[in-house]
DNA sequence: TAGATTGTTAATCGATTAACAATC
DNA sequence: TAGATTGTTAATCGATTAACAATC
């Protein structure tokens, strides 16, 4: 379907074009050339035409792209025509407004449970949902056919529980914890380095008034 | 103190190192080579060096790098010897938590405010803060000299505030909201998108499995 | 002094941009 | 058919890696 080995740098631009054809799609918009897409998106045409192209070709000569079939397509490649099955682990600030976040549904990513391993954390609701103990994470997993971990807790019990998840198959990890997790190939990490972002911010700043 | 123009793809490393560098030195670790730290890094010790001499030399040659200093440094080019003050806008499950996270403040960035256009929200407590309303923003702002502006409400509401932030001089916006921010190149922005990294989760999931 | 390891230059690799033939 | 715009190849630019002289 596609070329395998999809530069990370292309992967991460695919969501800001799937986002801005969800914008031309609310507009009405039905077709849009590379030329102008460029222009919204402050980036060059040449650039977008080489991206869709390791894809496959999406367009039409002449015509430009379809808003509609382009959007779905590259929806596609983003995984986001299946259901995804999520676990939060760590029922702390940060874990309890990820379930609450109502977005990621509407893009096909459920939220099916929430752990934690501070006792008084367990037995609490969070949305719909009771805090279980990490102890019940295996079964759980294999009963909902759970295939990403939203990891949401400190760096120390994260890494404790790289085992287990890596004993349960999961497909993906989303990791808030602020460290790198040591996992087989087999599993997939996406890092939100929360903390590092800011540091950036603080650098653009200083460097900026100098 | 160092090169202009330090591409984003250096910049966006030098938060990691730092996050090394913190390790060693909690481990009591005294000094060490880019190869070592390379091996624990898993990047090569030719990127590291040149990655730290955009900025100077840290090192010296037969020796490696003094761990304590080089952290220090690093610190520094990021800008966390110095004090931020942030607010955050959009008092919702993400400002909320983000209100509630304590690590912030050991890098010296102080959250003091907290804003919304709900009222439902407004008066509410988060934290030790009382949650206040937009209008406010302006005054708060210059009393309390805030330089960075944390956004975390919906798309509608961060585009119709930036108008406001930019009046007042705001130094940085780090951006939750699910869009792009227009802004004049004095307000250097950072953005967090997370139903993106999810999407590149997603996508590198079933990369993987085909 | 000899060994180690940096700082830095040169070589390679990959990503971006430009150009244009293909084609709707 | 003529005009527009893609898909794709070629040229450029920048980032990574390799190599090694400088030096602690």
Redesign the interface.
């Known amino acids: 379907?596609h070329d395998k080995n999809?530069s990370q740098v292309v992967?991460?631009r695919?969501?800001?074009y799937?986002?801005y054809l969800g914008d031309l799609k609310d507009e009405g918009k039905e077709r849009i050339s590379s030329g102008e897409l460029s222009k919204r998106m402050n980036v060059t045409a040449s650039q977008i035409r080489q991206d869709f192209n390791h894809f496959g070709g999406f367009g039409q000569q002449g015509y430009g792209y379809n808003v509609n079939y382009l959007y779905d397509e590259i929806g596609k490649?983003?995984?986001?025509d299946?259901r995804?099955n999520l676990i939060i682990i760590g029922a702390g600030?940060?874990g309890?407004?990820?379930a609450?976040?109502m977005?990621?549904e509407r893009?096909g990513?459920y939220v099916r449970g929430i752990f934690d391993n501070k006792e008084s954390l367990i037995g609490t609701k969070v949305r719909d949902m009771t805090v279980m103990p990490v102890e019940d994470l295996k079964d759980f997993i294999k009963e909902n056919s759970i295939?990403?971990a939203v990891l949401t807790l400190p760096k120390q019990g994260a890494t404790g529980l790289i085992d287990t998840l890596v004993e349960c198959k999961i497909?993906?990890i989303?990791n808030f914890a602020?460290?790198?997790l040591d996992v087989p190939d087999?599993i997939?990490?996406?890092n939100?380095?929360?903390?590092?972002?800011?540091?950036?911010?603080?650098?653009?700043?200083?460097?900026?008034?100098?």
Chains 1, 2 share one sequence.
């Open positions: 379907m999809i992967i991460s695919l969501p800001r799937f986002r490649i983003l995984g986001l299946k995804h600030n940060l309890q407004a990820l609450n976040y977005n990621f893009r990513f295939d990403i497909s993906g989303w602020h460290c790198d087999s997939l990490v996406e939100v380095h929360l903390t590092d972002s800011l540091m950036k911010l603080s650098f653009k700043i200083h460097d900026h008034n100098e």
